[in-house]
């Protein structure tokens, strides 16, 4: 990776970013695409506020590539504009949806940028309360943690939002701020809440800012909340065609309420801008949400198409590259995903036991390989293979753990408590196997999904209910397959498991509804 590299300036230290980070195969089609509406006044010279408008729109659609160099064009046409130092420091810290810690060496980049931007003497006290507000994501790296800095980010901006009631952008961002400063475990929503608030009357106002739309998405991008973003949802692809994470983007919103086939229809669209912009973690993303909505219509052959194509776009992928929304640890976890959904949602439980995990910086991606191991041995009596890969999730949850990841490490701690539920039901140790299921379920609910994801592998409450049901206690199984809908509405497997279950009770009201469920669903277009 190419150092940052210095030049002099007249009146001003520019430091123009030609890190490796941000490169592309060829040029981006951004510069004559729709990417929406939007006005960030700055003291900067005229003449680069157009280029400064359309690298703000991509940064709100998280395209942070093309977001860093439109700053940087907007740098060396105007040295002293130091608001663009800000566009730089905030586009570096790149999706602030991902719990991810960022490695020192963006932390570096971005810390750098904002002490350019703080070394300016031109720009004005609104400008500076942008560029004090981004500092607090990276000053002292080294010795306060990430929530520490991504919350005094948020308190920045609510700060500066308040100083300055008519500027459109602070509110935006503060929006945005209190959505990635939510803790998971915050049932009462009280951020996501207040944010998406916030957003829709802008939206009203402002039908055509990108910013406003995708926000929106993320901030009810929760099952108690998914439905209030249907209309941006919808919207959202047509504001910003040119950036594909705004075609990817609605596919949240449609995953959450259960919209199978619009799901594919913008992840098909996501994918093929992505690839015609060498996006191509963002490319595997939308991959990852198009697999699982063609497994939930059981599309298998669809599905199937997406599993045998990944190898042709990994060889084009370079984790370390970053262009739009999905960083490449997103492309990590996709690679790893896609094969294990496409096992796991069909049953083919030999599939899943043979899958090989591929080894990763990222150990929550390898845990998913790992977590389809585990299922598929303990369902085809291999209590061999289903013990390696429970130790392995065992050790990537200590690893996790150790290296402050606290979000992921959970989430590795519910995969192996379901893991090794079920290797307990094939070894015949019923009661073991319930509690501990019933353990995944209860941390599975205390929880909520990464944006990296469409959902889980296989939701706990669903894994429950099988395992129920293969017990002959259907009552109680489709109990489970209920609360599984709640979270995840128009899942197959779990409209599948409550018919099931719902005619071994006796309870043919049920067994009717859910199996009209089940026609409606998998209904071919």
Not at 326 to 332: D, L, N, T
Request: proline content about 5%.
């Amino acid at each position: 990776m190419k150092q940052l590299a210095r030049i002099a300036t007249t009146g001003c230290l520019g430091l123009l970013i030609t890190t490796g980070a941000f490169a592309q195969d060829h040029p981006s089609s951004h510069a004559a695409g729709k990417l929406g509406s939007v006005h960030f006044a700055t003291s900067c010279t005229p003449t680069v506020a157009p280029t400064f408008d359309r690298s703000v729109a991509l940064l709100h659609s998280f395209e942070f590539g093309a977001a860093v160099r439109g700053f940087q064009d907007v740098i060396a046409a105007d040295p002293s504009c130091a608001i663009a130092w800000w566009g730089i420091a905030v586009s570096t810290w790149t999706n602030p949806m991902t719990p991810n810690l960022r490695p020192p060496a963006l932390l570096a980049r971005g810390l750098e940028a904002v002490q350019s931007a703080s070394r300016a003497t031109t720009a004005s006290d609104r400008e500076r309360g942008y560029i004090a507000a981004a500092s607090q994501l990276y000053t002292d790296y080294q010795t306060r943690d990430q929530r520490t800095r991504v919350v005094a980010y948020e308190k920045a901006m609510e700060a500066l939002s308040a100083k300055f009631p008519a500027d459109t952008e602070a509110k935006v961002f503060y929006a945005i701020s209190l959505v990635a400063s939510a803790q998971p475990t915050d049932k009462t929503y009280a951020n996501q809440l207040k944010a998406g608030a916030m957003l829709e009357t802008l939206f009203a106002a402002k039908p055509e800012h990108p910013g406003l739309a995708h926000y929106i998405i993320h901030s009810y991008d929760v099952p108690a909340l998914a439905d209030r973003a249907e209309s941006a949802a919808k919207r959202y692809a047509d504001i910003a065609p040119a950036a594909a994470h705004a075609l990817h983007m609605p596919s949240h919103t449609f995953t959450r309420v259960g919209m199978w086939n619009q799901s594919v229809e913008t992840n098909i669209r996501s994918r093929e801008v992505a690839l015609r912009d060498s996006s191509i973690a963002e490319a595997l993303h939308a991959s990852d949400y198009m697999t699982y909505a063609y497994l939930q219509m059981r599309r298998d052959s669809a599905a199937r198409e997406v599993v045998r194509g990944l190898p042709a776009i990994a060889a084009r992928f370079n984790p370390n590259v970053v262009s739009g929304a999905a960083p490449g640890s997103a492309g990590v976890f996709a690679l790893a995903a896609i094969p294990a959904r496409y096992a796991l949602e069909r049953r083919a439980w030999k599939e899943a036991a043979a899958l090989q995990p591929k080894t990763s910086v990222f150990p929550y991606t390898e845990a998913l390989t790992h977590f389809a191991r585990a299922l598929g041995a303990a369902h085809i009596g291999d209590s061999t293979t289903a013990r390696t890969s429970i130790d392995s999730l065992d050790a990537f949850r200590v690893r996790l753990s150790a290296s402050g990841e606290a979000y992921w490490a959970e989430q590795v701690a519910i995969q192996r408590l379901g893991a090794m539920a079920w290797l307990d039901l094939s070894l015949g140790r019923r009661d073991r196997a319930i509690a501990e299921m019933r353990e995944a379920v209860t941390r599975e609910d205390a929880t909520e999904k990464s944006a990296v994801t469409p959902g889980p592998l296989a939701p706990a409450h669903e894994l429950l209910g099988d395992m129920l049901l293969e017990l002959k206690r259907p009552a109680e199984a489709l109990a489970e397959y209920r609360e599984s809908l709640k979270r995840e509405p128009n899942r197959y497997r779990s409209l599948y498991g409550a018919s099931r279950a719902a005619a071994a009770a006796g309870d043919r009201a049920a067994e009717s509804k859910y199996s009209r469920d089940l026609a409606l669903l998998t209904k071919a277009e």
